[in-house]
Nanobody, 119 residues
Framework: QLVESGGGSVRGGGSLRLSCAAS????????MAWFRQIPGQKREAVAT???????TYRDSVKGRFTISKDEDENVLYLQMGMLRPEDTAMYYC????????????????RGQGTQVTVS
């Protein structure tokens, strides 16, 4: 199970930190990722973090977002800064037992998501 939180409404340039509480699987041995989706559009990967802690980001968020995890607490984070209106979306966390991937179909999405709105 994945439970996302931390979304909200902010002005452009603002910051938010998303959290994802994970349970029911081996968190330290999973690739974890954040995806986002705008209604009517495909879900897109935002950032991934592998079992060694190596992170990757989509180009549009590089330098503004940071993905991290706390393996003791089984929590995934996404620190978002310098937010832009185009970052507005529902954000989901996802887990994968294999290597990290940028394909949404490679992940199990078990959470309800958390809405981020940037004006």
């Amino acid at each position: 199970q994945l439970v996302e939180s931390g979304g909200g409404s902010v002005r452009g340039g603002g910051s938010l930190r998303l959290s994802c509480a994970a349970s029911g699987f081996t968190f330290p041995r999973s690739c974890m990722a954040w995806f986002r989706q705008i209604p009517g559009q495909k879900r897109e990967a935002v950032a991934t973090i592998d079992t060694d802690g190596m992170a990757t980001y989509r180009d549009s968020v590089k330098g503004r977002f940071t993905i991290s995890k706390d393996e003791d607490e089984n929590v995934l984070y996404l620190q978002m800064g310098m937010l832009r209106p185009e970052d507005t979306a529902m954000y989901y966390c996802a887990a994968r037992g294999g290597p990290c991937s940028w394909l949404g179909t490679d992940y199990a999405f078990r959470g309800q998501g958390t809405q981020v709105t940037v004006s």
